[in-house]
């Protein structure tokens, strides 16, 4: 059975960074990606690594945030600096653009 377990998120101040985590069990995916949704907006794809490590970033993130996975641990991470008021969202991890995590609060106060 596949299941994705994120952890990490929390409130900060602007400026301040995170790191979130992402452990998958079940299978070891080709592709593992971060997406994240707002409150009243579309859920929005933001960093995505494949199993030989080629990574893709949305330009919103581009340059503050880092996608890197362990593959022995089958975990997926997403560091996230110079965080803004507009980073506050749910996050959440996606493997194979099939399975979904339940979800991390990120807060980013001004």
């Known amino acids: 059975q596949v299941r994705l377990v994120e952890s990490g998120g929390g409130l900060v101040q602007a400026g301040e960074s995170l790191r979130l985590s992402c452990a998958a069990s079940?299978?070891?995916?080709?592709?593992m990606a971060w997406y994240r949704q707002a409150p009243g907006k579309q859920r929005e794809l933001l960093a995505s690594?494949?199993?030989?490590?080629?990574?893709n970033y949305a330009d919103s993130v581009k340059g503050r945030f880092t996608i890197s996975r362990d593959g022995p641990e089958n975990t997926v991470y997403l560091q996230m600096n110079s965080l803004k008021p507009e980073d506050t969202a749910v996050y959440y991890c996606?493997?194979?653009?099939?399975?979904w995590g339940q979800g991390t609060q990120v807060t980013v106060s001004s």
């Open positions: 690594i494949t199993s030989t490590g080629r990574t």
């Open positions: 079940g299978i070891i995916f080709s592709i």
């Open positions: 996606n493997a194979a653009s099939v399975h």
